[in-house]
T-cell receptor, first 121, second 112 residues
């Protein structure tokens, strides 16, 4: 298994440009998470999907951010327009977990991708 | 609500000496707890997890953690540090939703 795949690994763009980050979860996983990591705020959950449906997007900073999961094997996180304060490492994670079973009893392990380092100039 | 507190933002040890990374949790029910490790410029990797089967949990690379309900703690230990252990470590608790709640992280430095 190749693990969670993210692209690009590095992105440098100018303020105002649209940025699209991509994620391919582990095959068979039914949940996908987008996180952002910065020095100031640590690791923040932005949004997550169960069975391709967005469940909780309360962590999305503002309307400039949007995420989609058109199918079980692909998700995008888009920032439009981008701003320098969006500079961060963005992680995608996936897991296989029977939704509706709470708590999971430790079966909630998430598998992380290598991240995309975004720099907005 | 569930939360975790990592008591040290930085820990420095010499190679070959024991490692102790401290974590306290808060949970309204019997929690599931995890430790993740992040090496520089890498993603997060699961070290170990507690799922109520045993209070002493063994993970990868010689790490282990002990769940102590009376102290609401889940400290991470290793008997002998190796240079390759230098990384950021996150204590994580499962929320009563589908989310994981991450601590603020502890940066471990290992000196030769």
């Amino acid at each position: 298994d190749a693990g969670v795949i993210q692209s690009p690994r590095h992105e440098v763009t100018e303020m105002g440009q649209e940025v699209t980050l991509r994620c391919k979860p582990i095959s068979g996983h039914n949940s996908l998470f987008w996180y952002r990591q910065t020095m100031m705020r640590g690791l923040e959950l932005l949004i997550y999907f169960n069975n391709n449906v967005p469940i909780d997007d309360s962590g999305m900073p503002e309307d400039r951010f949007s995420a989609k999961m058109p199918n079980a094997s692909f998700s995008t996180l888009k920032i439009q327009p981008s701003e320098p304060r969006d500079s961060a490492v963005y992680f995608c994670a996936s897991r296989s977990y029977p939704t509706g079973s709470r708590p999971s009893g430790g079966n909630n392990e998430q598998f992380f991708g290598p991240g995309t380092r975004l720099t907005v100039l | 609500a569930q939360s975790v507190t990592q008591l040290d933002s930085h820990v420095s040890v010499s190679e070959g000496t024991p490692v102790l990374l401290r974590c306290n949790y808060s949970s309204s029910y019997s929690p599931s707890l995890f430790w993740y490790v992040q090496h520089p410029n890498k993603g997060l990797q699961l070290l170990l997890k507690y799922t109520s089967a045993a209070t002493l949990v063994k993970g990868i690379n010689g790490f282990e953690a002990e769940f102590k309900k009376s102290e609401t703690s889940f400290h991470l230990t290793k008997p002998s540090a190796h240079m390759s252990d230098a990384a950021e470590y996150f204590c994580v608790v499962e929320a009563y939703t589908d989310k994981l709640i991450f601590g603020t992280g502890t940066r471990l430095q290992v000196f030769p």
